[in-house]
């Protein structure tokens, strides 16, 4: 068995051992420990920390807009891509008091497609049965990875269900990219009902921060769907009362989904309102439309005065994740109340 070191967090105090064939990130989620990630490839910066103490480090492939060379010379590190050689020292720059001791450890599932619907042109929503075991505890709003057997593709997608709602059922909203290795296989009847897939998880940080009344503000595009559907269902089924509204980017009617959902959760949640913006309606599906129009971003910054004290959730493709953040600041929610799920694909990977 290979050699095992002691990794410190700062400014936490928090110590676990992590062996060398890990990465930090890795060993710390199967002992519990929820750490800030995102994609775990090296491609979103999510886990970008500060190694304090300890130079013994190396990186599986990563992507220089993650950790561009200057800032791995400064000592900075991503923990989704670290192993350690010796014992070191790691100082969280983004750390969650609420949420750091709360994970659930990794776990292991073989689970069956029950169903594969077109929900628009390009997502599918897919629906897994647990077979062993025949629950996974999650939070709503993580993701697991789903590995088909015979492909030998795992990629990161997002629950849309909550634990609760639909026990023992997995429920997920995957965009089909032409050439995706894995997507096509659900366009192309590489992945069927009836076949068996592996899936590994909880992860993530995309969770609802309770213990609070904060207004909830959600920002989400193409399958960035998922979770943000999964936090509504909570919500409801929560009886929450908090003030929410939902921003979700489309190119043209076509691109809408969930939409009858969407409005029974309206009157489910006496305080929720679900807003859809179209960013191409000149076309020719997208005629009588009396929704809002433009980028997405463009329309919270149009519709909202001030967002300050608010709680913010980012969903969906990366481009609209990073040009929500500056908006958001810029009507006053606090940046570390700006909770993000980067969908980054694995294409990017550079090093
Ligand atoms: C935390 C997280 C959660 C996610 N949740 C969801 C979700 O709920 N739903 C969802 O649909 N997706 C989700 N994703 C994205 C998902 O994991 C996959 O990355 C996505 O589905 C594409 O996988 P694929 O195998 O179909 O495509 P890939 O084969 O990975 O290709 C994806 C795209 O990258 C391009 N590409 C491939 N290789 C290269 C290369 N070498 N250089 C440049 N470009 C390349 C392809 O042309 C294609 O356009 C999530 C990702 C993360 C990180
Ligand atoms: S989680 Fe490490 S770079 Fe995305």
Not at 47 to 53: A, H, I
Not at 86 to 107: A, N, R
Not at 158 to 167: D, I, L
Request: hydrophobic fraction near 40%; charged fraction near 25%.
């Amino acid at each position: 068995m290979a050699d095992r070191h002691l990794v410190r967090f700062e400014p936490v105090g928090i110590e676990i051992e992590v062996g060398e064939e890990q990465t930090i990130l890795r060993a710390a989620a199967e002992q519990g420990l929820m750490l800030m990630h995102g994609c775990k490839e090296g491609q979103c910066a999510a886990c970008k920390s500060f190694v304090l103490d300890g130079e013994d480090i190396e990186l599986d492939k990563y992507s220089t807009f993650a950790l561009p060379d200057f800032e791995k010379d400064e000592g900075f590190t991503l923990l989704c891509r670290a192993h350690v050689y010796e014992d070191v020292t790691i100082e969280l720059l983004h750390y969650d008091e609420e949420l750091i001791k709360s994970g659930l450890p990794l776990q292991r599932a073989t689970a069956e497609v029950a169903a594969i619907e077109e929900v628009t042109h390009d997502l599918r929503h897919v629906t897994l049965t647990l077979l062993d075991p025949t629950e996974l505890r999650y939070f709503p709003g993580q993701y697991v990875d789903v590995t088909v057997p015979h492909h030998g593709v795992t990629r990161s997608f997002s629950m849309a269900n909550t634990p609760t709602g639909r026990a023992g059922t997995l429920e997920f909203v995957i965009k089909v990219y032409p050439d995706g290795h894995f997507s096509s296989l659900l366009a192309g009847g590489g992945l069927s009902v009836g076949d068996r897939v592996e899936v590994v998880g909880p992860y993530g940080v995309f969770t609802l921060r309770e213990g609070s009344d904060a207004r909830i503000v959600l920002v989400g595009g193409g399958a960035g769907m998922a979770p943000i559907l999964a936090l509504l269902r909570a919500l409801a089924e929560r009886g929450s009362g908090r003030d929410i509204v939902f921003y979700y980017g489309a190119r043209t009617t076509r691109d809408l989904c969930f939409e009858d959902e969407l409005h029974e959760l309206e009157r489910a949640l006496p305080r929720f309102r679900y807003v859809p913006a179209l960013s191409e309606p000149d076309s020719a599906d997208s005629a009588g439309w009396d929704g809002e129009t433009g980028f997405v971003t463009d329309v919270l910054k149009r519709r909202e005065e001030s967002l300050t004290g608010a709680h913010a959730y980012v969903c969906g493709p990366p481009p609209m994740v990073e040009a929500a953040m500056p908006v958001l600041e810029g009507l006053g929610v606090e940046e570390r109340r700006i909770y993000y799920d980067k969908f980054t694909t694995t294409g990017n990977a550079e090093k």
